[in-house]
Nanobody, 117 residues
């Protein structure tokens, strides 16, 4: 499975961005997908995750009410709509896909999100 993120960029505080993660290859093997981020000097953290059918989602407390995760399995694409962005949301955002096989864990290359104050 290959994952390619897009949609990052520079935005002012209070603005919005939508990240996309396009999956290719053996996408039928993908179960849970998620977005992680790594801010400068900090460890990578889970931002949001979504189950295979899209019915179950999970968010970090810091983004609840501002970010929305979704996926379109027909397009093999996952999204992260980010609203009311804050400078502390500045980070490299990574797409992750976990397969039904516990050994299958895939990462994208990351996309930079920078929020200016």
């Amino acid at each position: 499975v290959q994952l390619v993120e897009s949609g990052g960029g520079l935005v002012q505080a209070g603005g919005s961005l939508r990240l996309s993660c396009a999956a290719s290859g053996s996408t039928f093997s993908i179960n849970v997908m998620g977005w992680y981020r790594r801010a400068p000097g900090k460890q990578r953290e889970l931002v949001a995750a979504i189950t295979s059918g899209g019915g179950g989602t999970n968010y970090a407390d810091s983004v609840k009410g501002r970010f929305t995760i979704s996926r379109d399995n027909a397009k093999s694409t996952m999204y992260l709509q980010m609203n009311s962005l804050r400078p502390e949301d500045t980070a490299v955002y990574y797409c992750n896909a976990r397969g039904y096989n516990p050994n299958d864990n895939y990462w994208g290359q990351g996309t930079q999100v920078t929020v200016s104050s």
